[in-house]
């Protein structure tokens, strides 16, 4: 897979937007960007997934740069609820299989 | 709830004793897979199965582990003379063969091996 770096933690207040970065330099032209999230004693939860265009859906926001090096994921409205481990993935082996680093550890404080 | 389903939740065995795990996928996916989680780590991907073909196994999974999808519906994980390294939560996922890296995870199996 490709390699992909994240910060290992970050806070955000309650009801400000959560921006997410993730470099994946190495990404070839037709890798897909995915996340996934994880809360706490729960499994893993895929959030949203992209090429090279921004992506929107119930969750969140993708935002991936011209160049594909790197993409942010955006939780407009951060609750208490989205405190979790999030995972960017740029998953390329056949068989699908997940490759999932060390994430970013998000804590949406009051 | 039409989710992805394991059983059980919580399992705990004295070394050396065989368990086995269920995973019930989503019934319109055909594929299936199986991560390992030890605590502070990501999830490790074990092995998956495209309908009840097993088409690959992570080098993690060590002959002392098997797994099964006999029908193409649920699957079976045995872990045979467990390790207190075996202590894990083991995690299931399905998908649909053409959207295969949207992977939906069920709560997982917390094995506690004394």
């Known amino acids: 897979d490709a390699k992909t770096t994240q910060p290992p933690s970050m806070d955000c207040a309650e009801g400000r937007a959560a921006n997410l970065p993730c470099n994946h330099s190495t990404i070839s032209g037709n890798e897909y960007v995915y996340w996934y999230r994880q809360i706490h004693s729960q499994g893993p939860q895929y959030i949203i997934h992209?090429?090279?265009n921004n992506e929107t859906n119930e969750m969140a926001s993708l935002i991936i740069t011209e160049d594909r090096k790197s993409s942010t994921l955006i939780l407009p409205h951060a609750t208490l609820r989205d405190t979790a481990v999030y995972y960017c993935i740029v998953p390329w082996a056949a068989g699908n299989k997940l490759t999932f680093g060390g994430g970013t550890r998000v804590l949406v404080k009051p | 709830d039409t989710g992805v389903s394991q059983d059980p939740r919580h399992k705990i065995t004295k070394r050396g004793q065989n368990v086995t795990f269920r995973c019930d996928p989503i019934?319109?996916?055909?594929?299936l897979y199986w991560y390992r989680q030890t605590l502070g780590q990501g999830p490790e991907f074990l092995t998956y199965f495209q309908n009840e073909a097993q088409l690959e196994k992570s080098r993690l999974l060590s002959d002392r582990f098997s797994a099964e999808r006999p029908k193409g519906s649920f699957s079976t994980l045995e872990i045979q003379r467990t390790e207190q390294g075996d202590s894990a939560m083991y995690l299931c996922?399905?998908?649909?063969?053409?959207?295969?890296?949207?992977?939906?995870f069920g709560p997982g199996t917390r094995l506690t091996v004394t």
């Open positions: 019934s319109e996916h055909n594929r």
């Open positions: 996922a399905s998908s649909h063969r053409d959207r295969g890296y949207e992977q939906y």
């Open positions: 992209g090429l090279k």
